[in-house]
């Protein structure tokens, strides 16, 4: 399996709980390591879907899964809680494989 990684140069500040997002995006790249091929891109993109937001993708646009394991259905759902519980958007597809977290940017005052 091949990580394929998509950062742009600059993006607007998130406020995030680095400990639950990480957690979830540590589920997320388990389970799609779990279910990819030795031969599959597995990729993680990051960017901003709009001017308020900020936009992480995992996705192996060769995996077509028909159901998660009873396991991976587990670590989804707490991954899916972790991000939410953040007021941020989490949504999944297994044909193809795919998990989008969309984060709100926040506004930092500029001083003096």
């Known amino acids: ?3 394929s990684s998509q950062l742009p ?4 500040p998130v406020l995030i709980d680095s400990v639950r997002t990480l957690r979830a995006l540590s589920s997320v790249l388990l389970i799609v390591h779990g279910l990819s091929y030795a031969r599959d891109i ?6 901003s879907s709009t001017p ?3 936009r992480i993708i ?3 646009q060769n995996l077509y899964v028909a159901a998660l394991s009873e396991e991976a259905s ?3 759902a707490i991954a899916d809680a972790n991000i ?3 007021h941020a958007g989490f949504s999944w597809n297994l044909k193809p494989f795919s ?6 940017t926040v506004q930092i005052a500029q001083c003096c």
């Open 1 to 3: 399996m091949v990580l």
């Open 9 to 12: 140069d600059a993006c607007d």
């Open 42 to 47: 597995v990729e993680l993109i990051v960017s």
């Open 52 to 54: 308020n937001s900020i």
């Open 58 to 60: 995992v996705r192996n």
């Open 74 to 76: 587990l670590s989804m």
């Open 84 to 86: 939410r519980s953040q």
């Open 99 to 104: 998990v989008e977290i969309e984060f709100q």
